[in-house]
T-cell receptor, first 113, second 120 residues
Framework: GNSVTQMEGPVTLSEEAFLTINCTYT??????LFWYVQYPGEGLQLLLK?????DKGSNKGFEATYRKETTSFHLEKGSVQVSDSAVYFC????????????FGKGTTLSVSS | NAGVTQTPKFQVLKTGQSMTLQCAQD?????MSWYRQDPGMGLRLIHY???????DQGEVPNGYNVSRSTTEDFPLRLLSAAPSQTSVYFC???????????????????FGSGTRLTVV
């Protein structure tokens, strides 16, 4: 079946540190991959996406590369800020998954100054 | 502002009560869905709709009903609330564009701000 596995949190970093949140997936066919971010008390917002192998999604200093050979879509940022504190969700969309987005369980990031 | 609007933002129910969570979007999206978010569980799909008059079940549909009489609205009904339904509920929509999952995959989903429901 289709599934997404994220590293468990919480992840606690100091401001300006390098961030990596690991995400691996299992899917048949050729899924599209997403990172969503949820700030405290808010809904989910699309952070970035990639629709085919070797695509790199980027937004607000965050990047993730669709690696088909390792079935991974790790989220990275070179220098985090306090304002990046949030919950990050990796997700996939696949024709084999019907119409649904399949989410990972989320990783909480806490950045201190 | 264009987007997905959910009401109410907060709700407390007693066990056995019924209620409807409202979801409306003004982007002319054909696809709409309901998710619930629980600690350590991520988001799980309850029901979805690919257009007016068409609905289907997701991963956790028991205890919930939906209908889709218009493109804009997709209400979620709790028939007889149970403490296990305490959760945060999110509505999400996406363009369908008549080409199925591929277009939804490329465009992603727009989420509402959520309804926090507590059943006591």
């Amino acid at each position: 079946g289709n599934s997404v596995t994220q590293m468990e949190g919480p992840v606690t970093l100091s401001e300006e540190a390098f961030l990596t949140i690991n995400c691996t997936y299992t899917a048949t066919g050729y899924p599209s991959l997403f990172w969503y971010v949820q700030y405290p008390g808010e809904g989910l917002q699309l952070l970035l996406k990639a629709t085919k192998a070797d695509d790199k999604g980027s937004n607000k200093g965050f990047e993730a590369t669709y690696r088909k050979e390792t079935t991974s879509f790790h989220l990275e940022k070179g220098s985090v800020q306090v304002s990046d504190s949030a919950v990050y969700f990796c997700a996939l969309s696949s024709s084999q998954a019907g119409t649904a987005l399949i989410f990972g369980k989320g990783t909480t990031l806490s950045v201190s100054s | 502002n264009a987007g997905v609007t959910q009401t109410p933002k907060f709700q407390v129910l007693k066990t056995g009560q019924s209620m409807t969570l409202q979801c409306a979007q003004d982007m002319n999206h054909e696809y709409m869905s309901w998710y619930r978010q629980d600690p350590g569980m991520g988001l799980r799909l309850i029901h979805y709709s690919v257009g007016a008059g068409i609905t289907d079940q997701g991963e956790v549909p028991n205890g919930y009903n939906v209908s889709r009489s218009t493109t804009e609205d997709f209400p979620l009904r709790l028939l007889s609330a149970a403490p296990s339904q305490t959760s945060v509920y999110f509505c999400a929509s996406s363009p369908h564009m008549g080409q199925g999952w591929g277009q939804r995959g490329r465009y992603g989903y727009t989420f509402g701000s959520g309804t926090r429901l507590t059943v006591v």
